[in-house]
């Protein structure tokens, strides 16, 4: 590849990644206009229409193989059914915390992920931290504790979208060098399917799926979840594979950055002096994270004699 087409398909990446995290970030908007369905029926929703989106694009693409082989493939399977399950929790949870207000936390949520991520390579991959990336862990826990005085209690749901997308990235890790992305998004919204499905009956039943109920433009802004949901992860995958580790870790904070702003901005969700301080934390011991990430990417550099100077 010459130096300008690499040029031009680094420049492809960050647009595609740009976009991908930014749609992310603005997810709080469709929420907003999925209302007055239920937090259930929103996820129930977002699996069902995304399952018909991954078939109708795979069919287009004549992929269907790749997600056949990854269902007979049983060592990969159980990987994809863990990650189904935790990205279901994720959703669960990041949806009722829009529903209740609340996207302060959730935006504190994915700040922390990239942390929780390197905790969860020292306890599942006997990683080892570095010094830095052990101050920054050390800032995070003060922090979490300075939001637990703020809030009055420990912000659980935040640190469970932080745990559960970490554990669902990691699992990922396993299934996508070893199978297509639209492949691997497609068999775990299968092995969920039916627990959406089984959810909008239920809901049904009891005369609350506001899908049937509140008209055709309340359904097509339900049935758009699936393409909300597939698109940013379609852009992710072709941003992945044009751009360094290092520029996908400094993009995955556009997502948390929108949502505190539209948060704080739009929603005007409260923020007394005590969550200022803990956010500040937050963000003191993601410099520290960068940092130590550029830090440790120069040396690579420098090793390879690919820094000049």
């Known amino acids: 590849m010459t130096e300008l087409a690499a040029r031009t398909e680094y420049r492809k990446g960050i647009l595609y990644g740009t976009a ?5 970030g603005f997810m709080p908007v469709y929420l907003f206009f999925t209302r007055p369905a239920s937090p259930v029926e929103v996820v129930s929703a977002r699996i069902v229409f995304s399952l018909v989106v991954c078939v109708l694009i795979l069919l287009l693409i004549r992929g269907l193989s790749d997600a056949w082989a990854l269902l007979k493939n049983r060592s990969l399977l159980k990987y994809v059914a863990a ?3 935790f990205v279901m929790a994720n959703w669960s949870l990041y949806t009722y915390l829009a529903s209740v207000d609340n996207l302060i936390e959730g935006s504190l949520g994915y700040f922390i992920n990239p942390i929780v991520s390197v905790l969860l390579g020292v306890v599942f991959l006997k990683e080892r931290l570095r010094p830095l990336q052990w101050i920054a ?3 995070c826990g003060v922090a979490v504790a300075v939001l637990a005085f703020a809030y009055g209690q420990i912000p659980w749901l935040g640190l469970g979208l932080a745990i559960t997308f970490g554990l669902y990235s990691l699992l990922k890790t396993q299934v996508n060098r070893r199978t297509t992305a639209l492949a691997s998004l497609t068999v775990e919204t299968l092995v969920v399917a039916p627990l959406g499905i089984i959810a909008v009956a239920w809901l049904a039943s009891r005369n609350e799926a506001t ?3 509140s008209g055709p433009a309340h359904f097509g802004v339900l049935a758009l979840g699936g393409i909300v949901t597939v698109l940013p992860l379609l ?4 941003a992945a594979g044009r751009l360094p580790l290092t520029m996908i870790g400094l993009l995955q904070f556009l ?5 505190f702003l539209i948060a704080v901005l739009v929603f005007r969700e409260p923020m007394p002096t005590e969550r200022w301080i803990g956010f500040f934390l937050v963000w ?10 550029l830090y440790q990417q120069r040396k690579s550099f420098m090793r390879q004699g690919r820094l000049r100077i």
């Open 284 to 293: 003191g011991a993601l410099l520290v994270f960068v940092f130590d990430m």
């Open 20 to 24: 991908s995290y930014l749609s992310w």
């Open 83 to 85: 990650a189904s399950l």
């Open 137 to 139: 862990v050390g800032l």
């Open 211 to 213: 899908m049937f109920t």
């Open 255 to 259: 997502s948390p950055i929108v949502i």
């Open 235 to 238: 852009l992710f995958g072709a």
